[in-house]
């Protein structure tokens, strides 16, 4: 009978997968094949030329690539930290006001990304709804902290924050309040508890959401252009410059293949020790 139910499951799931392997494998490869194509050439019927990755390395795009890097962990970091009691207190301490909280957070997810963005930058610029208000009623004015590296991470953790947030919620709530009251009984103190009780208990849902917002804060294009301008370029700028004003395909996909490797190498060893059936509360 399980054997029956597992043949039926991968029936169903072959057209979704069959979809899902054109979609994502096909650019994919689309993408490595331009990426050793001589400079400059819109099609695949060339000898193999490894010279974008040479470019790369000659004109600096590797410092691109290490600012988006340094940008996505810095918002996991900061995400993880804001993100944490909030998510404690809905996985264990709020009730039914869980509820409240995760339609208030969805909601965001209702409005574009670029349009949130916008108005921070409406909100945040030199004359703007906060610095205007302020040299009207006062005098005062200061520098728009926009187009500075701050504003990006800014950006990319009010974007991403509901992706941190419920992988975290769905994650403490596997902690079993037995293993906390247990701890405290012995002694344990509210750090210990945390670090040695509550964090690695809480694991799958800890690297669900570092991952994915890691992984979407190191292709983040909108972020960086509303909020970053050309005062901070990071390595989706580069892209896009390559794929249109230079019409340079095989340097923009060489700078996405190799943004897709590395992420997937950082990626790859904690998703090797994720736990699904764990954090989607099914039975082994």
């Known amino acids: 009978m399980e054997r029956l139910e597992r043949r039926m499951g991968l029936l169903a799931a072959l ?9 994502f494998i ?21 000898m193999p030329d490894f010279s974008s990755f040479a470019v790369i390395w000659e004109q600096g795009y590797y410092k691109s690539l290490l600012r988006s890097l340094g940008l996505a962990f810095l918002t996991t970091a900061i995400l993880f930290v ?7 207190g809905m996985a264990k301490v709020f009730g039914r006001f869980t509820l409240v909280i995760t339609v208030l957070v969805v909601l965001l997810l209702f409005v574009s990304e670029n349009i949130r963005l916008f108005g921070w930058n409406l909100t945040l610029m030199k004359g703007g709804l906060i610095e205007g208000h302020l040299r009207a009623w006062t005098g005062l004015s200061f520098e728009t902290p926009l187009y500075t590296w701050p504003a990006i ?4 953790c009010y974007v991403y924050f ?12 596997l902690v079993p309040d037995d293993a906390r009251l247990a701890a405290m009984d012995m002694g344990a103190g509210p750090w210990r508890i945390l670090f040695e009780i509550e964090m690695p ?7 669900v959401g570092c991952l994915l917002t890691f992984v979407l804060s190191a292709g983040a294009v909108a ?12 390595l989706t700028d580069d892209v896009e410059s390559a794929f249109t004003y230079a019409q340079n395909w095989p340097l ?3 700078l996405s293949l190799m943004l897709i490797v590395i992420v997937a190498l950082i990626a790859l060893v904690p998703i090797s020790r994720i736990d699904l059936d764990a954090i989607m509360g099914r039975r082994k």
């Open 15 to 23: 057209p979704i997968g069959l979809l899902l392997m054109v979609s």
């Open 26 to 46: 096909m650019p994919m490869v689309v993408i490595a094949g331009f990426a050793i194509m001589p400079q400059k050439v819109f099609e695949l019927a060339h």
């Open 82 to 88: 804001v993100c944490w009691p909030l998510a404690y």
């Open 153 to 156: 991470v800014f950006g990319m």
């Open 162 to 173: 509901p992706f941190m947030l419920f992988p975290l919620a769905q994650g403490i709530a």
């Open 201 to 207: 208990l809480a694991a799958p849902g800890i690297v």
């Open 223 to 234: 972020e960086a252009k509303l909020l970053g301008g050309r005062s901070v370029v990071v």
């Open 252 to 254: 923009g996909s060489a």
